[in-house]
C-alpha cells in the first residue's frame, strides 16, 4: 500500500499529546502517554509493521474535512455509493474551573473519541483496531473483557477499545462492523492503560466539553487582522504542541519523516528544543496568550534547576534526552531511512540558544508590563546574569549553529547576531527596574559595551564584499537563510543597502520561486532536502520592515496557500512537487505564520514590531 502524502493528515490532540488523522479517516500516529512517549500507532513510518485505528467504508467515493470553528475537534465527511457519513475526532478535554495560577488549564481523559454519524443514506463498513506497541519493537497480545471491550497490552504498556457496536478480537488486533441509516451512529472510544473504563457512555459529555475548552481558548486570542483563521488555526495547532503537565512546548508531533526523498535526513522532533519553544513563545504573546509564556517558564525553571547556568539545547518532557538510535525494523516514510528515535544534536554547541531564551522573555515581561507572577520574578537577576554571562563567555567560540550542522563548528553569522540580540534583551530587562534590583547600574553598561563589540564584529566579519553580501559564517562564501532572520531582530538594519543586496542574492542562490533553502553547501548528509517553509516567511517579513508592503502581503498570501486543506504545514515543501516534507505538524512554520501576519498588520512602524522568526 502507497504511504499518503503527508499533507493528507491532520492532527487532534489533548494538551498532552497528538494523533495524526489521514483523510480517509484512518489514525495512523499516536504517542502516549506524551508526545515524547512510545508511540502505539504508527503506520505513518511503516504500514505494515506499524500499528493503526482505520475505518473502512465500502464504497467509498469522496471526502472532505473541516475543523469545528474555534477548535481541534475534526469533522470528516465520507461519501460512499449509498449515503454519506461524518467521522468526528477529538481528544477529550475540559477546562479547569477556576483555571489556576500555573499547572494545566484543563483536564485530558487520555482517550481518543471516533464518533460516526450517518447524515443520509445508508452506510456500512468496520472498523479495525491493530495497536503496536513501543515503536513495533513489542509483540501486541488482544483480549476480550466482561464489558465487550478489548484490552490491548505490549511492552508494558496497555490501551482499551470501546465501541458501541460488537469487537471481535484477531491476531493482536479487534475488528467491528456496522450498518448505518439516516441518523444512526456508532461510537469507538481508545483509552490509555488498562485501569478503570474506556468510558463509552461519556462521549456526549466529553465532547461538549471539548469544544466549550477550545472555543474558549480561542476566543481570547487577540489578533484581528485580516488573516484571522489562518492564525488562529497555527495557534491552535501550537497549544496542542504545548505539554501541559511539564508546561514543555515540543517542536513537532512526530518523527523520522524525511526532509529528502530519498535521503538520511530523518530525525525526532518531539522534543522541546530551546530555539523552538523561545519562537512559540513570542507567537503566544504575539495572540494575547501571556499564560503559555508563562507556562513555559515553569517548564525551564523545573527542567534547568541551574537558572540558565547549564542551558542545554533541547530537553525531553521529563527525565533525561534518550539516546539517537536507529529503528532499523521500520521501513520509514516512502522508504526513507532511518527512522531515528532521539536526536543526537542535543549534545551539539548552538550559542544562539541564550539569545533566543532572552528574546521570550523580553517578549513576555514587556507584556505583562514587566511585573510577572512570584515564581518568575524571584529569579530573574539570577537568569539574566547567568545568560548574560554565558554570552560574554562563548561570543568568540565557534559553534554549529540554527541548521545544526553535523560538521566542523564554524563562526557562524547568525549565532553572533542573536548573541547580540541576547544582551540588547538583557539590557532591556535590566532598564525596566529603576531600583537597580534585576542588575547593577555598572553590570548593565558592561552588557551594553558588549553587545557593541559584538554588532560591530559580526556587521565587519560577516559582510562578504566580492559576494555582496552577508554570508553564513565569517570568511565564507556560503549563503545562509537564516541571515534574514537577523534582520527581523534587528540585529541588521532591515532599510541598508547591504541588507537589501543580501536578500537580492539569497533569493538568486537559495530560491526556488517563492520558497527558500536554509543554504545550499554540502553537509555531509544525503540527498537534496527541500525547501525549509518558515526561510520563506522571513523574507515576508524583510520586504515588510524595508517598506515593501505590498511585495510582503502578496507572498504571505502565496505561502499560506501551500498548506494543506486544513492550513497545516510540515516543516518543509519540495520545490518541485509542492509536497509537504518533515515531521508535521511544525511549530517553527506555524510560529512563522502567526508573528508575519502580526508583523503585516503592524504597517505603521515596522521597526518596532514584535520579537519574530
Same mark, same amino acid.
Given at each position: 500500500m502507497t504511504d499518503r502524502p503527508i499533507a493528507d493528515y491532520a492532527v487532534i490532540g489533548d494538551t498532552c499529546t497528538t494523533a495524526l488523522i489521514a483523510r480517509d479517516g484512518s489514525l495512523d500516529w499516536l504517542c502516549w502517554p506524551r508526545h515524547d512517549g512510545p508511540a502505539v500507532f504508527l503506520?505513518?513510518?511503516?504500514?505494515?509493521?506499524?500499528?493503526?485505528?482505520?475505518?473502512?467504508?465500502? *464504497?467509498?467515493? *469522496?471526502?472532505?474535512? =473541516?475543523?469545528? #470553528?474555534?477548535?481541534? @475537534?475534526?469533522?470528516?465527511?465520507?461519501?460512499?455509493?449509498?449515503?454519506?457519513?461524518?467521522?468526528?475526532?477529538? $481528544?477529550? @478535554?475540559?477546562?479547569?474551573?477556576?483555571?489556576?495560577?500555573?499547572?494545566?488549564?484543563?483536564? #485530558?481523559?487520555? =482517550?481518543?473519541? =471516533?464518533?460516526?454519524?450517518?447524515?443520509? +443514506?445508508t452506510v456500512s463498513g468496520h472498523w479495525r483496531v491493530r495497536p503496536t506497541f513501543d515503536y513495533a519493537r513489542a509483540a501486541t497480545e488482544a483480549t476480550g473483557q466482561a464489558d465487550g471491550s478489548i484490552l490491548f497490552r505490549g511492552g508494558g504498556d496497555a490501551m482499551q477499545a470501546a465501541a458501541s457496536i460488537?469487537?471481535?478480537? *484477531?491476531?493482536?488486533?479487534?475488528?467491528?462492523?456496522?450498518?448505518?441509516?439516516? *441518523?444512526? =451512529?456508532?461510537?469507538?472510544?481508545?483509552?490509555?492503560?488498562?485501569?478503570?473504563?474506556?468510558?463509552?457512555?461519556?462521549?456526549?459529555? !466529553?465532547?461538549?466539553?471539548?469544544?466549550d475548552y477550545w472555543c474558549e481558548w480561542s476566543g481570547r486570542c487577540t489578533y484581528r487582522g485580516p488573516y484571522h483563521e489562518t492564525v488562529l488555526r497555527s495557534a491552535l495547532t501550537l497549544k496542542l504542541l504545548t505539554h501541559a503537565p511539564s508546561g514543555g512546548i515540543v517542536a513537532a508531533a512526530t518523527m523520522g519523516l524525511p526532509e529528502a526523498v530519498p535521503g538520511n535526513r530523518n530525525y525526532d522532533y518531539r522534543y522541546v528544543w530551546m530555539r523552538d519553544a523561545s519562537f512559540t513563545v513570542t507567537a503566544f504573546v504575539n495572540l494575547g496568550y501571556d499564560r503559555e509564556a508563562a507556562e513555559f517558564l515553569r517548564f525551564m525553571r523545573d527542567a534547568d534547576p541551574s537558572r540558565g547556568r547549564h542551558l542545554q539545547l533541547m530537553y525531553a518532557l521529563g527525565g533525561p534526552m534518550p539516546e539517537e538510535t536507529l529503528l532499523d525494523h521500520l521501513r520509514g516514510w516512502r522508504g526513507t531511512r532511518p527512522v531515528r528515535l532521539g536526536n543526537a544534536a542535543s549534545d551539539q554547541r548552538q550559542f544562539d540558544i541564550y539569545g533566543e531564551l532572552l528574546v521570550a522573555l523580553h517578549h513576555y515581561l514587556e507584556a505583562v508590563a514587566f511585573d510577572p507572577p512570584v515564581k518568575v520574578n524571584d529569579h530573574l537577576p539570577e537568569v539574566l546574569a547567568h545568560l548574560a554571562g554565558h554570552i560574554m563567555d562563548v561570543r568568540h567560540e565557534p559553534d554549529?549553529? @540554527? !541548521?545544526?550542522?553535523?560538521?566542523? $563548528?564554524?563562526? @557562524?553569522?547568525?549565532?553572533?547576531? $542573536?548573541?547580540?540580540?541576547?544582551?540588547?534583551?538583557?539590557?532591556?530587562?535590566?532598564?525596566?527596574?529603576?531600583?537597580?534590583?534585576?542588575?547593577? #547600574?555598572?553590570? &548593565?553598561?558592561? !552588557?551594553?559595551?558588549?553587545?557593541?563589540? &559584538?554588532?560591530?564584529?559580526?556587521?565587519?566579519? +560577516? !559582510?562578504?564584499?566580492?559576494?555582496?553580501?552577508?554570508? $553564513?559564517?565569517? +570568511?565564507?562564501t556560503d549563503l545562509d537563510a537564516a541571515v534574514l532572520r537577523a534582520v527581523l531582530f534587528r540585529a541588521f538594519d532591515g532599510h541598508s543597502p547591504r541588507v537589501a543586496a543580501t536578500l537580492d542574492r539569497v533569493g538568486e542562490q537559495l530560491g526556488a520561486g517563492d520558497l527558500l533553502y536554509r543554504y545550499r553547501l554540502d553537509d555531509g548528509l544525503e540527498g537534496q532536502e527541500a525547501t525549509f517553509t518558515a526561510c520563506a516567511f522571513w523574507r515576508v517579513g524583510c520586504l515588510a520592515i524595508a517598506g515593501r508592503q505590498d511585495e510582503a502581503t502578496a507572498l504571505f498570501e502565496r505561502l499560506v496557500a501551500r498548506g494543506n486543506d486544513l492550513g497545516l504545514f510540515a516543516e518543509e515543501i519540495d520545490a518541485e512537487t509542492g509536497e509537504q516534507r518533515g515531521n508535521v505538524p511544525q511549530g517553527f512554520t506555524h510560529m512563522a505564520i502567526i508573528n508575519h501576519a502580526v508583523r503585516l498588520a503592524q504597517t505603521q512602524d515596522t521597526e518596532r514590531s514584535p520579537a519574530d522568526t
Open positions: 503506520a505513518l513510518l511503516d504500514r505494515d509493521a506499524g500499528g493503526t485505528c482505520r475505518l473502512v467504508l465500502d *464504497g467509498l467515493t *469522496g471526502t472532505e474535512r =473541516r475543523y469545528r #470553528p474555534g477548535t481541534n @475537534i475534526l469533522e470528516t465527511i465520507l461519501t460512499t455509493r449509498t449515503g454519506r457519513v461524518t467521522l468526528i475526532d477529538f $481528544m477529550p @478535554i475540559a477546562r479547569h474551573e477556576p483555571v489556576p495560577e500555573e499547572g494545566p488549564d484543563g483536564h #485530558p481523559e487520555g =482517550r481518543v473519541v =471516533r464518533r460516526l454519524v450517518c447524515e443520509s +443514506g460488537p469487537l471481535t478480537v *484477531g491476531e493482536g488486533a479487534a475488528e467491528g462492523g456496522f450498518a448505518l441509516s439516516d *441518523g444512526e =451512529r456508532v461510537d469507538l472510544v481508545l483509552a490509555h492503560g488498562a485501569e478503570g473504563a474506556a468510558g463509552l457512555d461519556r462521549v456526549e459529555a !466529553w465532547l461538549s466539553a471539548t469544544e554549529h549553529g @540554527i !541548521w545544526e550542522l553535523r560538521g566542523p $563548528m564554524r563562526q @557562524i553569522l547568525h549565532t553572533k547576531a $542573536m548573541l547580540w540580540v541576547g544582551l540588547d534583551c538583557a539590557v532591556q530587562i535590566a532598564r525596566s527596574d529603576s531600583s537597580h534590583r534585576l542588575a547593577a #547600574p555598572d553590570q &548593565i553598561a558592561r !552588557w551594553e559595551r558588549e553587545a557593541e563589540s &559584538i554588532r560591530a564584529e559580526y556587521h565587519a566579519e +560577516g !559582510w562578504n564584499a566580492d559576494l555582496g553580501a552577508y554570508t $553564513m559564517d565569517y +570568511g565564507s
